[in-house]
Protein backbone atom coordinates (compact mmCIF):
# COMPACT_ATOMS: atom_id res chain seq x y z
CA UNK A 1 0.00 0.00 0.00
CA UNK A 2 3.20 2.24 -0.28
CA UNK A 3 2.18 3.13 -3.49
CA UNK A 4 -1.52 4.03 -2.44
CA UNK A 5 -0.19 5.96 0.35
CA UNK A 6 1.91 8.42 -2.36
CA UNK A 7 -0.68 8.05 -5.14
CA UNK A 8 -0.08 11.51 -6.96
CA UNK A 9 3.68 10.98 -7.14
CA UNK A 10 2.78 7.20 -8.60
CA UNK A 11 0.70 8.70 -11.51
CA UNK A 12 3.21 11.57 -12.07
CA UNK A 13 6.57 8.92 -12.06
CA UNK A 14 5.23 5.49 -13.97
CA UNK A 15 5.61 5.63 -17.22
CA UNK A 16 2.86 4.11 -19.48
CA UNK A 17 3.66 0.58 -20.98
CA UNK A 18 4.29 0.59 -24.19
CA UNK A 19 1.49 -0.14 -27.37
CA UNK A 20 2.74 -3.03 -27.91
CA UNK A 21 1.54 -5.11 -25.10
CA UNK A 22 -1.83 -3.91 -26.08
CA UNK A 23 -1.05 -4.96 -29.65
CA UNK A 24 0.42 -8.32 -28.32
CA UNK A 25 -3.00 -8.56 -26.41
CA UNK A 26 -5.29 -7.91 -29.34
CA UNK A 27 -3.31 -10.52 -31.91
CA UNK A 28 -3.13 -13.78 -28.94
CA UNK A 29 -5.18 -12.77 -26.16
CA UNK A 30 -8.45 -11.54 -28.02
CA UNK A 31 -8.68 -8.14 -27.00
CA UNK A 32 -11.20 -6.71 -28.83
CA UNK A 33 -14.03 -4.29 -28.83
CA UNK A 34 -16.73 -6.32 -26.13
CA UNK A 35 -14.37 -8.52 -24.58
CA UNK A 36 -14.84 -8.50 -21.02
CA UNK A 37 -11.71 -8.08 -19.00
CA UNK A 38 -10.53 -8.07 -15.56
CA UNK A 39 -8.03 -6.08 -14.47
CA UNK A 40 -6.04 -6.88 -11.12
CA UNK A 41 -4.22 -4.58 -9.07
CA UNK A 42 -5.04 -1.58 -11.55
CA UNK A 43 -3.54 0.68 -9.42
CA UNK A 44 -3.77 4.52 -11.28
CA UNK A 45 -4.98 2.86 -14.63
CA UNK A 46 -1.66 2.54 -17.04
CA UNK A 47 -3.10 -0.38 -18.32
CA UNK A 48 -6.69 0.61 -17.81
CA UNK A 49 -6.36 3.17 -20.44
CA UNK A 50 -5.59 1.29 -23.26
CA UNK A 51 -8.12 -1.39 -22.61
CA UNK A 52 -10.61 0.49 -22.53
CA UNK A 53 -9.38 2.09 -26.23
CA UNK A 54 -9.09 -1.31 -27.23
CA UNK A 55 -13.03 -1.42 -26.60
CA UNK A 56 -13.04 -3.63 -23.40
CA UNK A 57 -15.48 -4.00 -20.64
CA UNK A 58 -12.81 -3.45 -17.50
CA UNK A 59 -13.56 -4.74 -14.07
CA UNK A 60 -10.94 -2.64 -12.36
CA UNK A 61 -9.77 -4.38 -9.20
CA UNK A 62 -7.24 -1.96 -7.03
CA UNK A 63 -7.27 -2.20 -3.25
CA UNK A 64 -5.74 1.56 -3.08
CA UNK A 65 -8.59 3.66 -2.32
CA UNK A 66 -5.90 6.42 -3.28
CA UNK A 67 -5.15 5.19 -6.79
CA UNK A 68 -8.76 3.61 -7.35
CA UNK A 69 -9.61 7.55 -7.23
CA UNK A 70 -7.66 8.66 -9.59
CA UNK A 71 -8.62 5.46 -12.00
CA UNK A 72 -12.09 6.28 -11.76
CA UNK A 73 -11.56 10.03 -12.15
CA UNK A 74 -9.37 9.38 -15.49
CA UNK A 75 -10.76 6.96 -17.22
CA UNK A 76 -15.15 7.03 -15.59
CA UNK A 77 -17.16 5.37 -18.50
CA UNK A 78 -20.30 3.12 -18.95
CA UNK A 79 -17.44 0.00 -19.59
CA UNK A 80 -15.52 0.86 -16.75
CA UNK A 81 -16.38 -1.06 -12.99
CA UNK A 82 -14.01 -0.35 -10.14
CA UNK A 83 -13.62 -2.50 -7.33
CA UNK A 84 -11.84 -1.56 -3.91
CA UNK A 85 -9.99 -4.43 -2.50
CA UNK A 86 -7.97 -7.24 -2.43
CA UNK A 87 -8.26 -9.49 -5.10
CA UNK A 88 -7.45 -12.29 -2.79
CA UNK A 89 -11.02 -11.11 -0.91
CA UNK A 90 -13.06 -9.32 -3.64
CA UNK A 91 -16.36 -10.74 -4.68
CA UNK A 92 -16.18 -10.74 -8.56
CA UNK A 93 -18.31 -12.77 -11.37
CA UNK A 94 -16.47 -14.65 -13.58
CA UNK A 95 -16.87 -15.37 -17.24
CA UNK A 96 -13.72 -13.06 -17.88
CA UNK A 97 -12.31 -13.12 -21.79
CA UNK A 98 -8.73 -11.71 -20.47
CA UNK A 99 -7.34 -11.05 -17.19
CA UNK A 100 -4.58 -9.27 -16.63
CA UNK A 101 -2.22 -8.09 -13.92
CA UNK A 102 0.09 -5.10 -14.56
CA UNK A 103 3.01 -5.11 -12.31
CA UNK A 104 1.02 -6.90 -10.25
CA UNK A 105 0.89 -10.41 -10.15
CA UNK A 106 4.46 -10.57 -7.19
CA UNK A 107 2.02 -9.22 -4.94
CA UNK A 108 -0.33 -12.23 -5.31
CA UNK A 109 -0.13 -15.56 -3.34
CA UNK A 110 1.51 -18.04 -5.55
CA UNK A 111 -0.70 -20.70 -3.92
CA UNK A 112 -4.19 -19.26 -4.16
CA UNK A 113 -4.59 -16.86 -6.67
CA UNK A 114 -3.80 -18.52 -9.82
CA UNK A 115 -6.69 -20.96 -9.34
CA UNK A 116 -9.15 -17.71 -8.37
CA UNK A 117 -8.18 -16.35 -11.70
CA UNK A 118 -8.86 -19.45 -13.40
CA UNK A 119 -12.21 -19.57 -11.83
CA UNK A 120 -12.67 -16.48 -12.90
CA UNK A 121 -11.48 -16.56 -16.65
CA UNK A 122 -13.79 -18.73 -19.08
CA UNK A 123 -12.43 -21.76 -20.98
CA UNK A 124 -10.81 -20.86 -23.74
CA UNK A 125 -9.78 -17.45 -22.62
CA UNK A 126 -6.69 -15.53 -21.48
CA UNK A 127 -4.50 -14.27 -18.58
CA UNK A 128 -1.66 -11.96 -19.43
CA UNK A 129 0.77 -10.56 -17.01
CA UNK A 130 3.10 -8.23 -17.10
CA UNK A 131 6.02 -5.74 -15.61
CA UNK A 132 8.38 -3.13 -16.78
CA UNK A 133 12.03 -3.32 -15.69
CA UNK A 134 13.52 0.40 -15.21
CA UNK A 135 16.73 -1.06 -16.45
CA UNK A 136 18.41 -3.35 -18.82
CA UNK A 137 22.16 -5.20 -18.04
CA UNK A 138 22.67 -5.69 -21.41
CA UNK A 139 22.24 -1.77 -22.29
CA UNK A 140 24.64 -0.52 -19.85
CA UNK A 141 25.22 3.59 -19.80
CA UNK A 142 27.44 5.73 -18.12
CA UNK A 143 24.20 7.54 -16.06
CA UNK A 144 23.75 4.00 -14.91
CA UNK A 145 27.00 3.15 -14.09
CA UNK A 146 27.24 6.88 -12.22
CA UNK A 147 24.07 6.53 -10.58
CA UNK A 148 25.91 2.94 -9.15
CA UNK A 149 27.81 5.28 -6.93
CA UNK A 150 24.96 6.86 -5.10
CA UNK A 151 23.42 3.08 -4.68
CA UNK A 152 26.63 2.01 -3.07
CA UNK A 153 26.66 5.01 -1.11
CA UNK A 154 23.00 4.60 0.46
CA UNK A 155 22.04 1.61 -0.67
CA UNK A 156 25.16 -0.72 0.16
CA UNK A 157 23.79 -4.09 -0.10
CA UNK A 158 21.82 -4.15 -3.52
CA UNK A 159 23.75 -5.25 -6.36
CA UNK A 160 25.56 -2.63 -9.37
CA UNK A 161 23.43 -2.50 -12.05
CA UNK A 162 25.57 -4.48 -14.51
CA UNK A 163 25.00 -7.53 -12.04
CA UNK A 164 21.34 -7.27 -11.30
CA UNK A 165 18.89 -9.52 -12.54
CA UNK A 166 15.42 -8.73 -12.51
CA UNK A 167 12.56 -11.43 -10.97
CA UNK A 168 10.62 -10.66 -13.74
CA UNK A 169 13.10 -12.82 -16.31
CA UNK A 170 13.08 -15.58 -14.22
CA UNK A 171 10.25 -17.59 -16.53
CA UNK A 172 10.39 -21.19 -14.90
CA UNK A 173 9.05 -19.00 -11.39
CA UNK A 174 6.34 -17.65 -13.93
CA UNK A 175 5.67 -20.45 -15.77
CA UNK A 176 5.19 -22.62 -12.79
CA UNK A 177 2.92 -20.16 -11.18
CA UNK A 178 0.74 -19.61 -14.43
CA UNK A 179 0.49 -23.26 -14.77
CA UNK A 180 0.05 -24.26 -11.48
CA UNK A 181 -3.38 -26.38 -10.67
CA UNK A 182 -3.73 -26.91 -14.44
CA UNK A 183 -6.01 -24.07 -14.73
CA UNK A 184 -3.55 -22.47 -17.85
CA UNK A 185 -1.00 -23.56 -20.30
CA UNK A 186 0.36 -22.77 -23.35
CA UNK A 187 2.42 -19.89 -21.91
CA UNK A 188 4.34 -17.90 -24.27
CA UNK A 189 7.07 -14.93 -23.27
CA UNK A 190 7.63 -11.89 -25.09
CA UNK A 191 10.17 -9.73 -23.98
CA UNK A 192 9.60 -5.92 -25.24
CA UNK A 193 12.67 -3.55 -25.58
CA UNK A 194 12.07 0.59 -25.17
CA UNK A 195 13.70 3.39 -23.78
CA UNK A 196 12.41 6.18 -21.80
CA UNK A 197 13.63 9.48 -21.86
CA UNK A 198 14.24 11.56 -17.90
CA UNK A 199 14.54 14.63 -17.22
CA UNK A 200 15.88 15.60 -13.43
CA UNK A 201 11.78 16.32 -12.58
CA UNK A 202 10.46 12.89 -14.19
CA UNK A 203 13.55 11.02 -12.80
CA UNK A 204 12.78 11.95 -9.21
CA UNK A 205 9.26 10.86 -9.56
CA UNK A 206 9.63 7.81 -10.84
CA UNK A 207 12.87 6.55 -8.07
CA UNK A 208 10.31 7.69 -5.52
CA UNK A 209 8.07 4.67 -6.55
CA UNK A 210 10.45 2.21 -5.91
CA UNK A 211 9.46 1.16 -2.60
CA UNK A 212 13.80 0.57 -1.67
CA UNK A 213 14.19 4.52 -2.48
CA UNK A 214 10.68 5.44 -0.33
CA UNK A 215 11.67 3.31 2.70
CA UNK A 216 14.89 5.06 3.49
CA UNK A 217 15.16 7.63 5.82
CA UNK A 218 14.27 10.92 4.48
CA UNK A 219 17.32 12.55 4.79
CA UNK A 220 18.96 9.29 2.86
CA UNK A 221 15.99 9.39 0.20
CA UNK A 222 16.29 13.14 -0.79
CA UNK A 223 20.22 12.90 -0.77
CA UNK A 224 19.41 10.02 -3.22
CA UNK A 225 17.11 11.81 -5.09
CA UNK A 226 19.08 14.90 -5.21
CA UNK A 227 21.76 13.03 -6.17
CA UNK A 228 19.95 11.85 -8.94
CA UNK A 229 18.59 14.24 -10.51
CA UNK A 230 22.44 16.17 -10.74
CA UNK A 231 23.40 13.74 -12.54
CA UNK A 232 20.78 14.14 -15.11
CA UNK A 233 21.45 18.00 -15.49
CA UNK A 234 25.38 16.58 -15.61
CA UNK A 235 23.82 14.72 -18.79
CA UNK A 236 22.56 18.14 -19.93
CA UNK A 237 18.90 17.61 -18.46
CA UNK A 238 17.85 14.57 -19.75
CA UNK A 239 19.08 10.77 -20.46
CA UNK A 240 17.49 7.70 -22.46
CA UNK A 241 17.14 4.84 -20.16
CA UNK A 242 17.05 1.46 -20.87
CA UNK A 243 13.43 -0.35 -20.22
CA UNK A 244 12.24 -4.02 -20.68
CA UNK A 245 8.97 -4.96 -20.43
CA UNK A 246 8.43 -8.88 -20.23
CA UNK A 247 4.63 -9.79 -21.00
CA UNK A 248 3.49 -13.66 -20.24
CA UNK A 249 0.36 -14.65 -21.99
CA UNK A 250 -1.59 -18.13 -20.88
CA UNK A 251 -4.18 -19.81 -22.44
CA UNK A 252 -7.09 -20.96 -20.46
CA UNK A 253 -7.88 -24.67 -20.52
CA UNK A 254 -10.89 -26.26 -20.64
CA UNK A 255 -10.68 -27.70 -16.89
Known amino acids: ?15 PYPEAVFELLARRCGLRPGARVLEIGAGNGLATGPLLAAGAHVVAVEPGANLAAILTESYACDRLEVIVADFETATITGGFDLAVAATALHWLDPATSTEKIGGLVRPGGWLAAWWTDFGDVDRPTPFRDRLDE ?17 YMLDTDRWRGQLTAGGWFDDVAVEVISWQQTLTPETARDLWSTFPNIAELAPADREQFLTR ?21 TAARTAK
Open 228 to 248: LAALIDDEGGQVDDPRLTVVY
Open 150 to 166: VYRDLLPTEPGYRQSRS
Open 1 to 15: MSFNAAASTYQRGRP
